[in-house]
């Protein structure tokens, strides 16, 4: 049975029902001002959203239901962005409380995400599926280590969660997306040798033997770091 409930930093009550193809929580917004007086009002659309998603079976289906309905119900469209605008706006909103290093990892992954997405970054992110989700992490898979696959599928829940927390969407594509296994070449990665080091310094040009002795000083410190460092900051 859908119920109700409330959302930090939201004044509207949220319906919550399973969906009953694949038993996940669906939320979404009554767009009902969460007061006592409007709780059977509330009650009333999240029942009525609940009934028609029993009458569909796939996740576009789903979400198309639930748009049309909502509009019907309470008269508000729901807030309709492409992929590529979600993206945009939840990188934009960490720009002030990240490293730059960690800003520009996060843009690499965006990056990866729509450009293998290629056109359908411009469709309504509602349209993502979970199979979306898993092609792209198979398909980067073949041609990127497991940790760089890896790190690109944790953004994509971080982002997509959030969507869900905006009512963006009422399905999380990234829901039961595993990670992968990292090969076992990739375990068995083995520091340079002295020899390996020194042939390495004797084929790089002035600047790359600076920052490759850094490196090695340093313990492995990041290249960006390395780059961006200025005499004043060597002891």
Known sequence: ????RRRSGSKYWFAQWNDPVSGK??????????KGGNRRKAQDIADEFEEETKKVRTEIQVRKVLNDLHTRITGNNVVV???????????????GGISRNSLLAYRGSIEAFLSWFGERSDQ??????????????????????GATVNKHLKLLRRIFADAKKKAYISIDPTDDVNIVK?????????AFSAEELQRIVDLADPEWKSMIRFALYTGGQRLGDIALLKWANID
């Not at 049975?1 to 109700?4: C, F, G, K, N, T």
């Not at 990292?182 to 083995?190: A, K, S």
């Open 182 to 190: 990292r090969r076992r070449q990739e375990n068995g990665r083995q």
């Open 25 to 34: 929580k669906i939320t979404r917004s009554t767009k009902v001002e969460a």
């Open 124 to 145: 309504e992110i509602n349209l993502v599926t979970q199979k979306d989700i898993v092609d792209f992490r198979n398909a980067t898979e073949k041609q990127r280590s």
């Open 81 to 95: 962005k492409s992929v590529r605008e979600v993206f945009e706006e939840w990188i934009n909103n960490q720009s």
């Open 1 to 4: 049975m859908a119920y109700l």
